[in-house]
């Protein structure tokens, strides 16, 4: 997560589609190198489900929003993002030492901040038919410690 988040603060072309490849990268290998049914091959699998659905919602989001500024001053395209594509899972054992799936254990909502900032720039880049995330501040950690706000 904090490749991506590093990708996001340096990379002035990185995008929305790019996000959801790499997020999906980053949950096709938790299910590539951990046991089937183990918490973290389910964690995966929940958290990708999970992100693809607050995914498309917030896509269908920034483009009505665009949408609607569009028609408000006749600029703009109108043009969403695209969905980016889904690896190949694996099913490759891992070794025992991955704990097993607890279900209920703290699993069921992700919380994906792109900071206020970021998502109006990602809304500005919706309407421009571009969908790319830049900037100085990327808003992805939007406090003062250490962790990453995802």
């Not at 096709?28 to 389910?42: F, I, K, L, M, P």
């Not at 917030?58 to 609607?68: G, Q, R, T």
């Not at 607890?102 to 909502?109: D, S």
């Amino acid at each position: 997560m904090k490749q991506i988040k590093r990708k996001i603060d340096k990379d002035p072309t990185y995008s929305l589609p790019t996000l959801k490849t790499e997020m999906h990268l980053l949950w096709d290998n938790a299910r590539t190198y951990n046991q089937e049914g183990s918490w973290v091959y389910e964690a995966a699998d929940q958290m990708q489900e999970a992100f693809d659905e607050m995914y498309e919602a917030e896509i269908a989001s920034i483009a009505s929003a665009s949408a609607s500024a569009s028609a408000g001053n006749g600029a703009g395209n109108g043009n969403g993002a695209g969905a980016g594509t889904s690896g190949q899972t694996s099913q490759v054992p891992s070794g025992t030492s991955t704990p097993m799936f607890k279900a209920g254990a703290g699993v069921g909502k992700i919380k994906l901040n792109l900071g206020s900032k970021l998502k109006a720039q990602a809304a500005q880049s919706v309407a421009s038919g571009s969908a790319s995330l830049t900037g100085e501040d990327s808003g992805g950690d939007d406090d003062e410690d250490d962790d990453d706000d995802y």
